[in-house]
């Protein structure tokens, strides 16, 4: 079987929580290392117009969004299994909640505190991308907001952790572990002592902290872009299912679709090759990298048709 490949940045949470998962289920894998901000010309190629981070990839298969990510881990490594005790819509549940209530307010009590140093290409680029002000100034004028957010997601986590369990859904390491993790994570990496002046860093939740971060990053070997791209040229995507007759979006087959995304506005176009209640898949051809099929979960993306597409654009400039 093809080693997983993961393009991403070291500094990236949503990878720190990939690397986890990598780590839980004891893989070897390939790390592709991204630039932080765009241009990403070796990752273009292979994703459709999708433009977040990490991306995994697996022969001519991309998969965005780390909770299609681990669904996929999973499927094809389904030992240790991220999703234990029959849990995997809470686990997939609860992930969402962290990552969408914590990944910003976090981030920005991180740059309140080292704001200075981060280049202002990043900061327009994310201003331009999340319309969200990473810059120091910024950060600090809401830190007090953003402390109060986080602290009160924290008291959840610590709810969780009250009957002395070594993970938030039990015994075993969970999805919902890696998620809520990844962003505390960066703010102490990046924080440091102040971290725990801001926010509630109890015991608990310190050592629940340790056993995620035991789990490790599996091992761990380079791979160049041009690599990445020569193995989806010279592979197949793998056979999918097709489009389920009944499904939601109404689109068949072989149509040329748009991905819309809940929080973004990414350019993302392909041909509908697959759409079932896991995943939306579209196929996707460049020179460089070939015929891939760059796959979606379902939740926080729709697919559209391309008038469709177009016709929100048409408002959207009007
Ligand atoms: N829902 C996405 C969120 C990923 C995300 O927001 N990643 C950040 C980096 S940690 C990102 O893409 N930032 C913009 C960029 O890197 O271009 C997921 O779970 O993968």
Redesign the pocket.
Known sequence: MDQPILH??D????????RLAFGHKGLAWRSVE?P???P?PDTVPLTAGY?????LQIGADIY??????FAELERRFPEPTLYPGGQAGLAAIL?WWA??TT?LPA?SIATSIIGDGVPPEFIE??IA??RHDFSKDASVRDLSVNRQRVSAQMSHLADMLRDGRAFLLGPGASAADL?AY?TLW?VRTHAGAEADRLLPFTPAILQWMERVSALGHGERSPLSAEDALRIAREADPEPTGGVAVDDPSGLEAGETVAIR?D??NDPIRGVLVAADPRELVIRHESERGGTVHVHFPRF?YSAVSEEAADTKKTAAAA
């Open positions: 991403h940045y500094l990236s949470p949503f990878g720190e929580k990939v991204t932080i901000w765009p990403r433009r977040r981070s990490p991306v965005c969004d780390t909770a299609l990510i992930s990552d969408t990944f981030a680029d994310r991308f999340m998620s990844h960066f995304t929080d973004a926080g």
